[in-house]
């Protein structure tokens, strides 16, 4: 940070139309590139509205060396991006300058200098600026130009340091920028020409147009039967990966569990960073994605299933009324309630142990009472760390059904988020940025396993988790939230309430349910997690909701939010569901980021 720099600046992501990709390569770069903040509006020449100094790649710059709509800062208001600086950015091969943007609203001192690693290689970089004077008052732009000399083929790797002095104190910032790019050897050639005795050996470089028509048809012909060969030899891999697939999945699921138990240590840490409300305006012609298992579910086709026929799914882990004592009510709603239990051991009466009872109230109906039956079943038999499926079920007639499930002790995440919202709640720990990354890696997690297993859950939700005192997160079914979280389900007319809130546009408009719909839910839950229990799109009618995800409207980043974490989000709510990146990435991603964090620490 320079001297006397005021605080970091509220950073804004502008909407922009992202290309094919854009999404992912977004998404694979946030962790090693810094702030990429897209549409400038400044232009070259225009006097500074922003104190302090700046530096950085333009929008135009950015997109022709890594293909993004974005500027890069380096400095922003003399806020020194460390993070930037670190990255060694790479320079294609085709690319023989750089250019970056500055400007300074007080009076900075610069001197310029370059280091390459092999100057056999790459002669001494030139700019269009002298190497010391005084950083322009206004935007400009200087170029750095790149020479290979033709000599050998390796790659460099190159410095530019840029020493910015504060006058009169003339305290001295240095700013290094790394950059790598590969040179190639000129290819010679020596022909001796026919008729010239007197020039036996002339050496002349090597020019591709009067090369033989013979040679570059040869070429053309083998490039053609090793792309041939390289096909088939691929196809022959997919079969045998297709045939193993099963396989597969099961090393995937280990791979999974001891990937996300290790290395996740919850220090606390904040970061403050405000984005605008909208995200890229990705607007596309929704449509069913082709990689993703596809589901379309009917109108009330859980409402077909009769309560015998629900009964009869569970018949096989019903248990004795008897065995189960009911203490506090930890929800209620107007025809369900969620208790606090016991369960006692059916062989060690002396052993208990708490369960949550889900269950419902006198009034409730034939209906309601199939659905949570049903509902309830959604998880079942399906055994993951970040996962609770239905334990026991009591289905004695004459009395109302239970359904039990292992006991999370903090209960309810998005009540749980709430509480720790409030600033007079008495929380037994103080939640941090960390550990609602944390939480967010076990929820994807959950998810991935699932989405291996085939299984869409079609309600991710924080009101669909429970946590415990150890931060640990489990994802449960979505019985009974209908009933205990009713504006979270809105009706739109067709007599079916749906978390419109939650749902991606596919999914509202042509009730397509795929994994991809779950990253979409689960971008959101994400955002729920950031905003500890707001309610998302809470201004939006749910009636108006499809045509203003169809625009490009999205949910504001929440205060507090980083920008990478933010970018995860927004990859996640991309209207193509072939754009939105798979649960496995997104644990992958989330963990590097939750590491990076504690770095900071």
């Known amino acids: 940070m320079l001297p006397g720099a005021p605080d970091p600046p509220g950073c804004r992501w502008r909407g922009t139309q992202p290309g094919p990709g854009l999404c992912w390569t977004a998404l694979l770069l946030l962790l090693v590139l ?18 302090g100094l700046n530096v950085y790649m333009s929008e135009e710059e950015v997109r022709r060396l890594i293909g993004l709509d974005a500027e890069l800062y380096y400095v922003r208001n003399d806020i020194v991006n460390h993070y930037a600086l670190s990255f060694n950015l790479l320079v294609p091969t085709e690319t023989s300058s750089l250019h ?16 390459v690693d092999n100057p056999v290689a790459m002669d001494s970089p030139q700019t269009n600026i002298s190497l010391q004077g ?15 000399s033709g000599k050998m083929d390796t790659e460099v790797v190159l410095v530019m340091q840029l020493n910015v002095t504060v006058s009169p104190a003339k305290n001295i910032t240095v700013l290094n920028f790394k950059r790598r790019k590969m040179c190639f050897r000129k290819i010679e050639q020596e022909i001796k020409p026919p008729l010239s005795p007197d020039r036996n050996s002339t050496k002349v470089h090597f020019d591709p147009v009067n090369v033989a028509p013979t040679t570059s048809t040869r070429v053309f012909y083998i490039s053609v039967g090793v792309c041939c060969a390289v096909i088939f030899l691929v196809a022959i891999i997919l079969a045998v990966l297709h045939l193993h697939s099963m396989k597969r999945v099961e090393m995937d699921d280990s791979i999974s569990d001891s990937s996300s138990s290790q290395g996740l240590s919850q220090p606390s840490t904040q970061t403050t960073q405000y984005l605008r409300a909208d995200t890229p305006n990705n607007a596309t012609p929704v449509t ?20 015998q026929e629900a009964k009869a799914k569970v018949k096989d882990i019903a248990i004795s009324r008897e065995r189960v004592t009911l203490k506090d009510v930890l929800q209620e709603g107007t025809f369900g309630r969620i208790f606090h239990g016991i369960l006692v051991d059916e062989k060690d009466p002396s052993k208990e142990k708490p369960v949550f009872v889900k269950t419902v109230k006198d009034q409730a109906s034939e209906v309601q009472i199939t659905m949570m039956l ?51 709640a008495n ?26 297993r085939e299984v869409i859950h079609k ?58 719909g779950d990253v979409w839910s689960f971008g959101v839950t994400l955002w729920e997690l950031m905003t500890l229990g707001q309610t998302p799109y809470v201004d ?62």
Request: proline share 7%; hydrophobic share 40%.
């Open 34 to 51: 810094p702030v990429l903040v897209p549409g400038s509006v400044a232009q070259p020449g225009a006097p500074s509205s922003e104190p």
């Open 540 to 601: 939006i009618d749910p009636f108006e909701m499809a045509a203003y995800l169809k625009d490009g409207y999205r949910i504001a980043q929440p205060i507090n939010c980083p920008d990478e974490l933010f970018a995860v989000m927004a990859c996640c709510w991309a209207l193509d569901p072939e754009e939105r990146p798979k649960f496995q990435q997104l644990v992958q991603c989330l963990t590097e980021f939750h590491s990076a964090l504690g770095a900071y620490v």
């Open 134 to 148: 005084d950083v322009p008052r206004f935007l400009s732009v200087f170029r750095v130009d790149l020479f290979c």
């Open 427 to 452: 929380n037994p720990q103080a939640i941090s940025q960390q550990d609602l990354v944390h939480m967010a890696i076990q929820i994807a997690c959950g998810m991935s396993y699932l989405a291996r």
């Open 374 to 424: 049903t509902e309830s079943c959604k998880l079942r038999g399906l055994h993951h760390r970040n996962l609770l499926p239905i334990g026991h079920v009591c289905i004695e007639d004459g009395e109302k059904p239970m359904v039990l499930l292992p006991y999370m002790n903090w209960g309810n995440l998005k009540l749980f988020l709430r509480q720790c919202k409030l600033v007079e």
């Open 288 to 307: 069913s994605s082709s990689g993703y298992p596809t589901l379309r579910i009917e109108k009330n086709d859980l409402k077909s299933v009769t309560l």
């Open 100 to 115: 970056f943007s500055w400007h300074s609203k007080s009076k900075l001192e610069y001197r310029l200098g370059f280091l």
């Open 459 to 516: 309600d991710l939700a924080a009101r669909n988790c429970v946590i415990d005192e150890s931060l640990q997160v489990k994802i449960t079914d979505n019985a009974l939230s209908r009933d205990l979280f009713p504006m979270d389900y809105h009706c739109l007319g067709d007599n079916e309430n749906r978390p419109v809130r939650w749902m991606s546009l596919e999914s509202l408009v042509n009730k397509e349910f795929s994994s991809a």
